[in-house]
């Protein structure tokens, strides 16, 4: 990839990102990106939507409706953007992201963070393993053989949302019982939806291209077609677990602690996923990066951009006590509407 620099660039150019788009604004990791984005105050934010959509949208951003079977009205939403932002809800026809990356290109967007949260896309092995793999890196390629950057945030699983869901992290908050993987001591990488928005404002907020080959500063081109790494905290159950019962004030006898081998988890997920249970998806999606051997813990492996983005340290209670709030509301994981208030 050749490098580009500022100095090279035509009469006018801003080395800044101005114009952001993102499809999927009110969804779980849509909506605090968003507000990260507009409380910046340094983008254009324009938030692509169904005709026909009754989402409440944050104040400050632009609106531009479309209808995803004429592609024209989503080449004309995209054209001027510098980029665009893909979260899609777990709903979407599977090809709606093959068809808006087709209208982004012919509308020449040059940068695209796709619909691939959370997972270490640079890990091919986990990826397949963790049944992620064919969409997320099928969507990489299918961005770069039309002639776009991409940069995707690993952030591993949602902290709050995770800790929430029985399937996900182990724990049914409200009956106070917790499947521990193994032991329950592996630890993994995981993000609040709160540093994801951050991260995502803070890299957009970079300059777009060094000035000169002696500017070694960090920049939006040093991400394309790269993961940016970011994480909140580095996890065992365990320490989850404690983090809970800090903020509810109990202890192991207020809680039924039951133990499953990883490995059995993950090939009782991927059965019941063959038997027709989607139920498993979760189940083996979980279970696979908490095997031993530091595939969940990318911050060894990889390092982290956290600092190049400014990123603060988080207390880990506050987010644990979010989650907690979750699970005692009527919120519902797969509803975006319903979860506006987590965000604040």
């Keep these: 990839m050749t490098i580009q620099y500022a100095k090279n660039q035509p009469a006018g150019f801003k080395n800044r990102i101005e114009r952001v788009a993102i499809i999927g604004a009110s969804g779980q990791v849509g909506r605090p ?151 329950g001591n592996v630890r993994i990488n995981t993000s609040t939806w709160q540093q994801c928005g951050r991260a995502v404002a803070s890299f957009l907020s970079l300059k777009a291209l060094p000035e000169d080959e002696n500017d070694k500063s960090p920049t939006v081109s040093a991400w394309h077609n790269k993961s940016l790494y970011v994480s909140s905290f580095l996890l065992s159950q365990r320490e989850m677990l404690d983090s809970i019962q800090r903020v509810q004030g109990t202890t192991d006898a207020d809680w039924q602690i039951t133990h499953e081998p990883v490995v059995e988890r993950y090939k009782r997920g991927l059965d019941m996923l063959q038997a027709g249970d989607r139920n498993g998806f979760g189940i083996a999606l979980y279970a696979r990066t908490f095997f031993p051997g530091g595939d969940g813990d990318y911050e060894h492996s990889r390092g982290l951009d956290n600092d190049i983005l400014g990123l603060p340290k988080e207390d880990l209670d506050k987010a644990t006590a979010r989650s907690l709030h979750m699970s005692g509301s009527d919120w519902n994981p797969f509803a975006s509407r319903t979860n506006a208030k987590i965000y604040d």
Excluded at 102 to 114: N, Q
Excluded at 121 to 139: F, I, S
Excluded at 154 to 164: K, V
């Design 33 to 183: 990106i968003t507000d990260a984005l507009l409380q910046t105050g340094k983008h254009i934010v324009t938030v692509i939507t169904r005709s026909d959509s009754q989402n409440k949208l944050p104040e400050g951003v632009k609106v531009a409706q479309v209808n995803y079977e004429e592609e024209a009205t989503l080449v004309e939403a995209l054209k001027g953007q510098q980029v665009l932002i893909i979260s899609l809800a777990v709903t979407a026809a599977p090809d709606t992201q093959a068809k808006i990356i087709s209208a982004a290109a012919k509308a020449g967007v040059p940068h695209v963070m796709p619909n691939a949260w959370g997972g270490d896309t640079q890990n091919k092995k986990l990826a397949a393993e963790n049944l992620t793999g064919e969409a997320y890196l099928a969507g990489i390629q299918n961005i770069e053989d039309s002639g776009i950057f991409w940069t995707n945030l690993c952030c591993s699983f949602w902290y709050e949302y995770s800790l929430a869901l029985p399937f996900a992290y182990g724990f049914d908050v409200p009956n106070k019982k917790v499947t521990f993987y193994d032991d």
